[in-house]
């Protein structure tokens, strides 16, 4: 009993030594403190009004996408996912990089003289998740996301628009000789055999197997061509974006800069008060120093 309450007596002291250095460094955590914090606010609140190159706006666009959805008979036989293509397509530094180069919606200055550093824009745009595809919970949907200097706004959808077309044509060119290959082949099935071949095919019970495959290519050249008469784009543009404006997170940034401060200057009165102790101890001194002259 007498053993415990001696332990949560060395507990309550070295609780209570804390606390003691931090009111005998009152002055410089509290000050201190208070210094960061009215200097992080006059930064971040009060200068920008006077100097408007430090009123930097951020806005956060979301976008959806709407990619084409191919007839179930002719995905089946290309094998062709153009939701999955066309987001892999937009986050494709090659592609954004046309399009940053054109519109350059990541940058604050108008025009960069170098292809490498519209290149590098990019990649810090991926990076910092600037910009960001990814499949949506909506079915048959993109969703893009950017982060851009307020004083871009105006040329962001552009961009969106440019990049979901260069995905488009993309996909254009990969698919589309595939689809029109399917359908000749379907087609000239069709005209090979004919309506008499399919009457013969289905009256024998022992070729139902090819029966099922000629009516498959019956199916496949109708929705072919039913595709081919509403196909526009494979990619197309929403116009319901969704912006949200970002002061540079400022009020983050003060909150962080404050905490940040306190607990700096909180460790800075910890180290002073144990190099304090240290002087006036003669053998932790001793020790110190004898440690010192062993490490030269």
């Known amino acids: 009993m007498t053993e415990q309450y001696e332990n949560n007596n060395e507990d309550e002291i070295s609780l209570i030594d804390l606390f003691a250095v931090l009111v005998r460094y009152r002055k410089l955590v509290v000050i201190g403190t208070l210094a960061v914090a009215l200097a992080a606010f006059a930064w971040l609140f009060v200068l920008p009004k006077f100097v408007p190159s430090l009123n930097k706006k951020t806005l956060t666009i979301s976008y959806a996408l709407k990619t084409e959805r191919l007839p179930s008979s002719v995905a089946f036989s290309v094998n062709y996912d153009i939701l999955l293509t066309a987001k892999n397509y937009m986050n494709d530094v090659r592609v954004l990089a046309d399009a940053q180069r054109e519109f350059s919606i990541f940058a604050d200055e108008k025009k960069v003289p170098s292809v490498s550093a519209y290149n590098k824009q990019i990649q810090d745009a991926i990076d910092k998740e600037k910009f960001v595809a990814k499949r949506s919970p909506i079915a048959d949907t993109i969703a893009v996301t950017c982060k851009i200097p ?88 929403l116009d319901d974006a969704f912006v949200i404006t970002d002061p540079a997170g400022r009020t983050i940034k003060f909150i962080v800069a404050t905490f940040a401060a306190f607990f700096i200057f909180v460790f800075t009165a910890f180290l002073l008060n144990a190099i304090e102790n240290i002087k006036n101890d003669e053998n932790a001194v001793s020790l110190i120093k004898k440690a010192w002259d062993e490490g030269k």
Do not use: C, R
């Open 150 to 237: 307020i004083e871009k706004e105006d040329f962001a959808d552009d961009f969106i628009k440019k990049i979901a077309k260069m995905a488009s044509d993309y996909i254009e060119a990969d698919l589309m000789p595939e689809i029109n290959t399917l359908e000749d082949n379907a087609d000239m099935i069709l005209e090979k055999y004919g309506d008499v071949g399919l009457s013969e095919k289905k009256s024998s019970s022992s070729s139902s197997s090819s029966s099922s495959s000629f009516t498959n290519y019956a199916d496949i050249s109708s929705d072919i061509k039913a595709f081919k008469l509403k196909h526009d784009m494979f990619v197309q543009f």
